[in-house]
């Protein structure tokens, strides 16, 4: 069985997850005036309860404590104090991926706890880790065939050259919106795939003699740059070029991570 450190850090990164997506949100588009105080309000409940379970783990840890943890209570204190005492509004954003890095890489390192391994759950979790990281992934790959189409229809209408303009595409405001949901849904099915990752080599891999496999540390690094975009895009507003360029990037540091754990022996293993 887990044991209650595990489940109580678990729990913090299903918080700060939920948390980031609310802070996230781009609300430019709402027209509601008031559906903004309400989502920054339920972003902060959330972060204030993986705070909590997040103090909570550190606590009962602390004859052993680590790194990262103490590392992610301290910037969880700071942001808050940020929040509260120097009004800076995207504070939460800000430092909430951070938190949920930290989270993600003390799940992965967590000593195995021993107890009842149920072989039917150990697949359960095992296919709905791989199905999401494919679909998340393939969610990726789309979000950079539209990147790619945004930009090569930008250019032809920003420099006039008419025969280069694409008929059959939609407008660039519509393409804008189709490359965001690609996007937001490759970083939440990316974030569930690493979850249920975690949950797996919690329950079922003695972490204590295999080393963090460096295919872990690559989605990670895919799932931060994603999650990079959307803050340029939700936070700092930042124009669909530039977003459309990180998701170029993003497929880049995509493609080099699958072919070099599937053709690299070593990585792939």
Known sequence: ?????????????????????????????????????????????????????????????????????????VCCVLAAWAHR???????????????????????FSVPNSSGWRPTQF??????????????????AIFAFIVALLYMLQDNALKSKKIANVIVDLPALDKLDRILVKFVWAGFILL????????????????????????KVVWAIVVWVWYMVILIQRNVFH?????????????????LFGFFGFVFNPIGGA
């Open 1 to 73: 069985m887990m044991s209650l450190p595990q489940l109580l850090l678990n729990l913090s990164f299903a918080c700060f997850g939920g948390s980031l997506l609310f802070f996230l949100a781009d609300t430019r588009h709402y027209k509601n005036a008031h559906m903004h105080p309400r989502i920054t309000k339920a972003a902060w409940i959330l972060f204030t309860l993986g705070g909590i379970c997040l103090v909570a783990t550190a606590g009962m840890n602390f004859s052993h404590p680590s790194a990262k943890l103490l590392l992610a209570v």
């Open 238 to 254: 930042k124009p669909t070029r530039s977003v459309a360029t990180m998701c170029a990037i993003g497929f880049v540091i995509l």
């Open 122 to 139: 150990a697949h359960f979790i095992l296919n709905a880790h791989i199905v999401m990281a494919v679909v998340g992934e393939a969610c």
């Open 191 to 214: 974030s569930l795939s690493l979850l249920t990752g975690s949950l797996y080599t919690q329950l079922y891999v003695d972490n204590r003699t295999t080393p963090l496999d460096a």
């Open 85 to 107: 005492r120097l009004h800076i509004s995207a504070a939460g954003a800000m430092i909430t991926p951070l938190i949920l890095a930290l989270v993600l890489a003390e799940l």
